[in-house]
């Protein structure tokens, strides 16, 4: 019986399974709703923004993102930042970005969160977003009324173009004829899907490097000298101070870089 029991687990690890919380490889219904044809890659999801792209700018409700910027020790006074933002991945918590509403370039702007993984997918391709930005640009540029207890949304979304990592005036000096990169067509021609016994989809841990000096290799995964580094699943069922000591929990996106969503 024992030699059944050891049978049937282990062909269950090779088997599909109805698409449920459990088994999002072949597709979920994530947090509003939307159908995700399937659980994106580590790769994928850390891969950074284009240096120069273009999407849709929605905005955080009041106090949020300055207290993700607090929560994660990004003090905006310090890397001379007008607010903070978010991005879809997380490899870019820590840049800075310029953003372009109408004709005007403002920043810079401290990247301090990032998409869940199992929501970059509809972030990016349902709702088109490139970026977004604090309660108080968003007053700035129109799109909500003052807060006091509440607030009214004139616009839930503007079209802008964002530089990431590098400002208008050097970016343009070097490149005067470039147009920026759709987001969402940047996503779709890259974006892989996870197989479900895929050993590259371990949990990302920080690895203590506050600043991003330059992207990541294609190998990012395998050298300590980059800022994250996946682990194996069993690492957690075999040594859980691994992650501790790291203060994780401090630096993940949203603080649930441990869930697949």
């Known amino acids: 019986m024992k030699t059944i029991m050891i049978i049937i687990l282990a062909l269950s690890m090779f088997l599909d399974f ?3 919380d459990s088994n999002p490889y072949n597709g979920y219904e994530d947090s509003w709703g939307n159908w995700v044809p399937g659980l994106i890659t580590n790769e994928t999801w850390m891969k950074p923004a284009p240096r120069y792209t273009s999407g849709k700018m929605v905005f955080y409700g009041p106090y949020a993102m300055d207290a993700t910027a607090a929560y994660r020790g990004i003090n ?16 870019d918590i820590g840049k800075k970005a310029w953003v372009k509403v109408e004709d005007l370039w403002y920043g810079p702007f401290c990247v301090v969160d990032c998409a869940k993984k199992g929501d970059m997918y509809s972030i990016v391709v349902t709702r088109r977003e490139a970026v977004e930005v604090n309660f108080d640009f968003a007053h700035q540029m129109g799109m909500v009324s003052t807060f006091n207890g ?9 079209d802008v173009e964002l530089l990431v990592n590098i400002n208008p005036h050097t970016y343009f000096k070097l490149y005067p004829n470039n147009k920026p990169t759709s987001y969402i067509d940047f996503f779709l021609e890259t974006v892989e899907y996870a197989e479900r016994n895929s050993w590259k989809e371990g949990r990302i841990l920080w690895i203590g490097r506050e600043e991003y000096s330059h992207f990541p290799s294609d190998e990012y995964w395998e050298t300590h000298d980059w800022i994250w580094k996946v682990w194996g699943h069993m690492i957690y069922w075999w040594d859980n101070t ?5 203060d994780i929990i401090k630096h993940m996106c949203k603080n649930e870089l441990l869930e697949w969503r």
């Open 242 to 246: 691994k992650y501790i000591s790291y």
């Open 18 to 20: 109805p698409n449920d």
């Open 150 to 158: 509440s607030y009214e949304v004139y616009k839930w979304y503007i």
């Open 76 to 91: 905006y006074q310090e890397k001379g930042c007008l607010g903070g933002i978010s991005l879809m991945s997380p490899i």
